[in-house]
């Protein structure tokens, strides 16, 4: 009988950080509970089966990379699922890099460990991309909430506890890379200022790793809408996320802010129990959409 082994990794919500962390500085990112699923067996001729996945050069670079480095030669089939679009930027390709070598790993019985995974896995992000921090590969493996460091890529897991979050959608696309070399772009035309703009972003995650070590749920968002305002400066926010934006803090929110790149996908925002729905009806009358889901996910994992 053919055997087939199933896995999956987290998506994930950049909490603070984003763009700074591609120069290096540190980010907090959480793993959230809509997952990627990936099963792989040993077949007579290669086949990628990845319907929900945006771009399958990354299952091809991280299936070729897996076996250049372990010498394996066998043909495999690698079929994917996703609970979630990848059109809604939450972390849809580095989950599937993640959970198809985990799968890899598991069938041909070569074991990884989580830095070692983290290696393979963000070589196949700048194999691909030629950019990327590899934040989101770190939250895809090692779930739940990190501070992520930019430059040695190690991770320390925080202790947030609960975390109330609404997740709005603007209804676009974002591109990623494109927005990263933008951002690099005008760096390099205005360096003094930009390099000032960055290690102020730096400043935030240092005062929200303090904030989530006491769970300080207001401060969080306090530093939510810091981090939004020189995400605005750098030139990434829109003004359909800057609306989604006002309208949850104007709803009661602690705080708010694009989530990611900017240029469309997603914002968040924290918010206390009780003003959750009003929040939620807020981002939904300036036409986002409410993405359910739950920060604090469990890292990639086998499931059969
Ligand atoms: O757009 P997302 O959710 O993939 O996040 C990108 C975050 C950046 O810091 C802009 C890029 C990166 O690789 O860290």
Redesign the pocket.
Known sequence: MKKTITTSAPG???LY??????YGYP?IVTAMDSRVRVSVSVVDEDHIDAPQVKRTDFVEEALRLFREKNKIKQSVEIATNSDFSSSV???S??AVIVATIKALGELFAVSLSDKELFDMCYQV?INVKG??????IAAAVYGGTIYFD?KSKEVELLRLGHLPMVVGYTGNK?D?AT??KE?RDRYEKEEKKYKLLLSSMADIVQDAYIASTTGDSEELGVLFNENHALLQKIG?STDKLDSMVEAAKSAGAYGAKL?????G??MIALVPDDMRMSVERAIEEVDGKIVRVEPNAQGVRVES
Do not use: M, P, Q, Y
């Open positions: 994930k919500l950049t950080g984003e763009h700074a962390v591609v980010c930027g939450l972390g390709s580095s992000v950019i990327g921090s590899g934040f989101d930019g974002a990623t927005l990263v951002v990434v989530s990611g790149a900017g240029g996908d997603c």
